[in-house]
């Protein structure tokens, strides 16, 4: 299962960046759906469902590098 997250500015200011989170079945990698997620075992290969997540983080925006100095 594939979920695209896009940036957003929080009230603090701050800047959660984009990203995209992909998770599959440890055992063989088989891509999985929503519904598939909550079962125990995994639909493609039969074993015992355990989820391998990757997480792909966007940079968005630059934080600034040096302050001003007067």
């Known amino acids: 299962m ?3 997250n896009k940036a957003k500015t929080l009230e603090d200011g701050s800047v ?3 990203h995209v ?3 599959v079945c440890d055992a063989c990698g088989y891509d999985l759906d ?3 997620l ?3 075992m995994c639909s493609n290969c039969g ?3 355990n989820l391998k997540q ?3 983080i966007s940079v ?3 934080p600034p590098m040096f302050a001003e100095t007067s």
């Open 38 to 40: 909550a079962a125990d």
């Open 60 to 62: 968005t925006t630059f």
């Open 54 to 56: 990757h997480v792909a």
């Open 21 to 23: 989170i992909h998770q």
């Open 47 to 49: 074993e015992v469902l």
């Open 34 to 36: 929503e519904s598939e």
């Open 16 to 18: 959660e960046p984009a």
């Open 2 to 4: 594939r979920v695209e």
